[in-house]
């Protein structure tokens, strides 16, 4: 056995020495062969080594002695001597291959010897070599590290470890030096790098340029000129017909810095031509500095304040270093220069990411030529739109910017360009709305009609597209699918907002003397191509959808301008009835059922129910016999999903108050019943709110499937806009009282609501519908409902309306003849008063004003029109006293508070919002209220002390005299909210309720210490002067209002806690009234406790004060004789203090008899 393992040691030994022969004489390849055959055979000893060197054993001994046999030992050793050689061997050819260049399989040789043998140090000296060649530095300092470590004294080692981190440091100084923004753009600009370097460069300074400082200090060095000057002299050279060189740059292979030859050749090929790759680049540079983006925005911290009205029509805020680089590029780059570098592109051809594949020798930078002037054409456009944005009020005058809009919007090769080209114009468009009538109105120029053109083709293209989406479904994945309908409906949503911004601008009236563009014409011509009739049945219900949705879109820009056009094209409503029915062009084509026939539809529902807004229109479907087509797609559930069915009972709902022939026979069409149980089942199992939304890949599928998406915001909305017409009608709540599915129906419908108020999912209108569905239920037909009017409205006819001219306006319209009457816009009846007082009953027990607390109170805040639903279906709740409690206790009071706080622009219903928080105060102990609704309730109800009506007068002194009695805080808050002098107010008038609320009110205000300095004070002042606080003489008047023993004996109450006040008590005597308290003692009867008790304590007050002095002595007295006289009449506490004072006066009298009397002895 020892002499096999001696034989095969000295056999690998050989091999490797005939290496090192070879490598000696410097013949690498051959030295590579014979460590290579070597390393080969000490494999295969290794992986033989059981059977070969044990089995060998085995074999010499005897069939006896192997069972005796021990185990041999010395095979570990063996493996570890070869292990170690082969090591040796390894290490051998990666020196060879390093001689030979190729450093990175002597990188795998070291690193698998050192698995071998953990403790080679030439191992790692050798790899960190070729690391070192290959540019890693980190991992070769690391081997060297070890090395060192493994042995110390390795100078060779040493120096090459120096040697290394002083290329570690250089190239660190190179890195950060090629980082500066100046550096990149020069590198970026250098035609000598490759075109991936040159990209990467210019992106990374894009980056480091979002920086505001950064910015600005871009444009100062001339950054932003130079890039843009690169770019004119390429739109300049291929003008001048210099565009080939522009070609074969792009099919050059891209070389190195480092190959001068190679960039020699580059270089003068190219001829200074920037390649496509790098145009798209620098473009993508020029728009970074030129866009405004939400982190440069300091303001953006309040995100509510963004999505508020205010916010959205303010004119546009641009940082200031955006302002400047557009500023700057506007004098580079004309709208003209842009368009005609656009068309350059254009021409050459472009093509989106997603749309192509290609050879790697067809491509520049991993990417297609084509793709590349597709991003180009995309930034191009974006940047120009943030320019054009500088002259915006004439936007509408620049033809060069429309033409490049519609150039883009013709892009039906690339997707991304027509986005960039909605953008641009959206942009455009939204500075200029948000101007306003600061401005010139906007002109329809040939542009603009070129523009709105193009963008209804692009919703067409789209259209046909999604149409077409079923055909392809076997030839695409799931996922690319979906990724494709998202793309997709993302452009169609964007051209569709830009159409509806752009016939915004043009339907403006506000033009002065300026001649209105003609819409009719404008609206005929984009509509008229997409409802003509089409040879092709399945092009024929795309066509038609098309047309449907432009005129929605027209509908939601400009309503007079759509009504003119629909009731000009008086047949086209019909034909809108049978397309929402489903028998335009389907029966021929096939298309009914699909996903095509769903959206037209969808588009043909949406149009009718906003024609419905229309008296007129709405009387033309009716007479088009709209019900029954309504109807009877609604109740084919198998073919219509949860959305559909819920929109088609929504217009019937509204049809139905149209008048009393058309309720029945809508009645008699439908179970609204069943209708609403149903639809709140399936929201409800759609995802408890019936707000969640599927994900694109969940609809997709179930759009090829042909299955309903998941139930969303629309789909309730729809559903409350059902239950909002329905509780119009009488005969509706009448069996919500009596029938077994009404308070289910509620229940699940405040449910509902709750949970998408606390989520803060609603949005204004579907909160506006619920509360206002409220408020209709629980109004009777005996509820007077008046217009609305808001302060300051100018043009409208009430806006200088008080409440008594109003209600004769209204008594006048009554007494007309019929035919003098305008048309009515609906008939309902709201039932008696008896059904709204069960059905305010039924909805209290349902947690109703809880469910009105979540949709005011969740952020963002609601509109006016949900606050003004609110008050008034809290008023009517709040009428009866038997609601109030549980009105609190579910947060009516913080729901009024917001309320009342944010309809200050419509004073009839704030005054509604205080009135109710005003009763619930009055019957509700405020104790029972929060620290900050107890403080906001005193400026909230103070304005109802100046109201023209003397029953909210009189509700808001008791509430505020209740809530003063609660705390100190209160007290100074209503003082300094000037709700003394609105109490005041109140005692000036002829109304005993009035002047007794009024008294009361400064009964309790008095309690406050602050109030009693404060008059005090005021009596000192005066009192010098030798004149009377005129509060205080009111007061002492109302003494003696015997015929109104509420305000008598607050009057006295008053005064008694403002004698507290030393002050106070020390001035009234001078008064010329001050003897009504006496008199008022004197007058009051014994049954009348409140009343002496309240005397005798503002006399008691006087009494004390004057005590400590000489000069009220006859006061004093006369006090004291009142006391004497009514002493039969006093119990209790006025007892007690009227002892107090004849005890202490007969002390003081006895003592100064005896001082006074001589000494007998």
């Known amino acids: 056995m020892e002499d096999l393992s001696n034989a095969m040691l000295a056999r690998l030994q050989a091999l490797k020495e005939e290496g090192n022969a070879e490598f000696k004489r410097g013949k690498f390849e051959s030295a590579i062969e014979a460590y290579s055959r070597c390393l080969d055979d000490a494999s295969d000893t290794l992986d033989k080594e059981p059977d070969v060197l044990g089995g060998a054993c085995a074999a010499s001994l005897s069939s006896s002695d192997s069972q005796v046999a021990e185990p041999r030992k010395e095979s570990p050793a063996i493996l570890k001597r070869v292990a170690e050689l082969k090591a040796q061997i390894l290490c051998n050819r990666a020196l060879c291959y390093q001689r030979t260049k190729q450093f990175a399989a002597a990188e795998a040789d070291c690193t698998r010897a050192i698995a071998l043998h953990p403790a080679y140090v030439k191992s790692y000296y050798r790899r960190a070599v070729a690391l070192d060649a290959q540019g890693r530095r980190k991992e070769c300092v690391e081997d060297l590290q070890t ?80 890039v843009a000057v690169a770019l004119k002299s ?38 200074a031509v920037l390649p496509v790759s790098v145009e798209a680049a620098c473009w993508e540079l020029l728009l970074s500095v030129v866009q405004q983006h939400q982190a440069d925005d300091e303001d953006d911290a309040n995100k509510a304040l963004q999505t508020s009205v205010e916010a959205v029509n303010a004119p546009l805020q641009v940082d200031a270093p955006v302002l400047e680089c557009r500023q700057a590029l506007s004098g580079l780059w004309t709208p003209n220069d842009f368009l005609v570098r656009l068309r350059q592109l254009l021409r050459a051809g472009v093509a989106r990411s997603d749309g192509l594949a290609a050879t790697a020798a067809n491509e520049e930078a991993g990417k297609l030529r084509t793709v590349w002037r597709g991003e180009a054409c995309d930034r191009l456009l974006r940047t120009m739109g943030c320019v054009v944005q500088l002259q915006a009020a004439q936007f509408d005058e620049d033809a060069s910017f429309l033409e490049a809009c519609a150039a883009g919007l013709e892009c039906i090769d690339s997707r991304e360009v027509q986005r960039a080209a909605v953008a641009a114009l959206v942009g455009v468009a939204d500075a200029r709305r948000r101007l306003g009538g600061r401005v010139a109105a906007v002109r329809l120029r040939h542009g603009l009609e070129k523009c709105l053109e193009d963008a209804l083709q692009v919703v067409s293209d789209a259209e046909h597209e999604l149409a077409g989406e079923d055909a392809r479904s076997q030839l695409a994945t799931a996922s690319k699918k979906s990724d494709r309908l998202e793309a997709v409906s993302r452009l169609q949503g964007q051209t569709e907002y830009l159409i509806i911004t752009l016939i915004a601008l043009l339907a403006d009236k506000d033009r002065g003397k300026e001649e209105p563009p003609d819409m009719s014409r404008l609206v005929d ?18 066509t038609l959808t098309v047309g449907l949705k432009a005129l929605r879109l027209i509908l939601t820009a400009a309503r007079e301008v759509a009504r ?18 489903g028998g335009v062009g389907t029966a021929q084509s096939g298309a009914a059922g699909t996903a095509a026939h769903r959206r037209q539809q969808e588009a043909a529902l949406e149009v009718l129910l906003a024609c419905m807004d229309f008296p007129e229109l709405r009387a033309t479907l009716l007479e088009a016999n709209a019900v029954p087509v309504f109807a009877k797609v609604c109740s084919e559930s198998a073919n219509v999903g949860c959305w559909m069915r819920a929109r088609l009972a929504a217009a019937l709902a509204r049809l139905s108050v149209h008048d009393e022939d058309v309720r029945i026979q809508v009645f008699d069409s439908i179970d609204f019943y069943d209708v609403l149980d149903v639809l709140v089942s399936e929201i409800r199992a759609a995802g408890g709110d019936g707000r969640q939304v599927a994900e694109p890949s969940t609809e997709a599928k179930n759009a090829q499937k042909g299955q309903p998406m998941a139930v969303g915001e629309e789909t309730f909305r729809s559903l409350l806009e059902i ?8 005969d509706f ?5 009596t029938g077994k599915k009404g308070a289910r129906v509620l229940r699940t419908l405040l449910q509902v609501a709750n949970g998408a108020g606390k989520k803060g999912a609603s949005s204004s209108l579907t909160r506006y519908l619920l509360l206002q569905s409220l408020c209709n239920i629980m109004r009777s037909r005996e509820d007077r409902q008046r217009q609305r009017r808001r302060k300051g409205e100018v043009g409208s006819p009430l806006a200088d309306v008080d409440d008594e001219q109003l209600q004769q306006l209204e008594e006048l319209f009554k007494k007309l003849p019929e035919g003098a009457k305008p048309a009515a816009n609906g008939e309902v009846d709201l039932g008696d008063k008896a059904l709204a007082t069960q059905l305010r009953d039924m909805l209290l027990d349902l947690n109703v004003v809880h469910a009105i607390a979540v949709n005011v109170c969740a952020t963002p805040p609601p509109s006016s029109n949900v606050l003004c639903a609110a008050a008034q279906a809290l008023k009517f709740l709040c009428e009866d006293s038997r609601h109030r409690g549980r009105a609190v206790q579910e947060g009516g009071i913080r729901t009024l508070l917001v309320a009342a706080s944010g309809l200050e622009e419509f004073p009839d219903d704030q005054r509604n919002a205080r009135q109710a928080a005003a009763q619930l105060c009055i019957t509700t102990n405020p104790a029972l209220f929060s620290y900050r609704e107890s403080l906001d309730l005193v400026p909230c109800l103070a304005p109802l002390l100046k109201d023209r009506h003397e029953l909210l007068q009189y509700e808001g002194a008791l509430a505020l005299t209740n809530l003063c009695a609660l705390s100190e805080e209160v007290r100074m808050r209503a003082w300094l909210g000037g709700v003394w002098e609105g109490f005041e107010d109140l005692m000036f008038g002829e109304n005993e ?23 005090g004070k005021k009596m000192e002042r005066f009192a010098a002067e030798k004149q009377e606080v005129q509060d205080v003489k009111l007061l002492l008047a109302f003494t003696r209002e015997t015929n109104n023993p509420r305000a008598q004996s607050a009057a006295v109450a008053a005064l008694a806690m403002l004698l507290a006040n030393e002050k106070v008590a020390r001035c009234l005597p001078a008064y010329s009234l001050f003897g009504n308290l006496a008199l008022s003692l004197e007058e009051a009867k014994a049954e009348q406790e409140a009343l002496i008790v309240r005397c005798v304590s503002a006399l008691y007050n006087v009494w004390i004060e004057l005590s400590s002095s000489e000069a009220g002595t006859e006061t004093r007295m006369q006090i004291v004789k009142t006391l004497q006289r009514n002493q039969q009449k006093l119990t209790g506490d006025a007892q007690h203090l009227a002892k107090e004072v004849l005890t202490a006066e007969l002390s003081q009298t006895n003592t100064h008899t005896k001082e006074s009397t001589p000494d007998s002895s």
Not at 174 to 181: A, F, G, K, N, Y
Not at 525 to 542: K, T
Not at 564 to 581: F, G, K, R, V
Not at 993 to 1015: D, F, Y
Request: with cysteine.
């Open 147 to 226: 090395c060192l470590r493994l042995q110390p004294g390795n100078k060779e080692a040493q120096e090459m470890l120096a040697g290394v981190r002083d290329k570690v440091m250089k190239e660190e100084e190179t890195r950060v030096e090629e980082q500066l923004p100046e550096n990149l753009l020069t590198a970026g600009l250098n035609d000598v790098l490759t075109a991936s370097k040159r990209v990467a460069s210019l992106r990374q300074l894009g980056a480091f340029v979002q920086e505001r400082k950064l910015r600005r200090q871009f444009l100062r060095d001339g950054g932003l000129r130079r």
């Open 234 to 271: 390429q739109m300049d050279s291929e003008l001048e017909g210099n565009g080939q060189p522009h070609r074969s740059l792009e099919s050059l292979p891209e070389t190195t810095a480092s190959d001068p030859v190679a960039s020699e050749e580059s270089k003068s090929s190219a001829d």
């Open 525 to 542: 011509q984009l509509l008229s191509p997409y409802f003509r009739p089409c040879a092709d049945p399945e092009e024929s219900v795309v």
């Open 564 to 581: 003119a056009y629909l009731i000009s094209a008086s047949s086209i409503l019909p034909y809108l009835l049978a397309a929402a029915a």
């Open 723 to 730: 239950f909002f017409f329905l509780s119009l009608h009488g």
């Open 733 to 737: 709540k009448a069996r919500l009282v």
């Open 993 to 1015: 309720l009035l002047r007794a609320a009024g008294l009361e009110g400064w009964c309790n205000l008095s309690a406050s210490p602050t109030v009693q300095a404060e008059i």
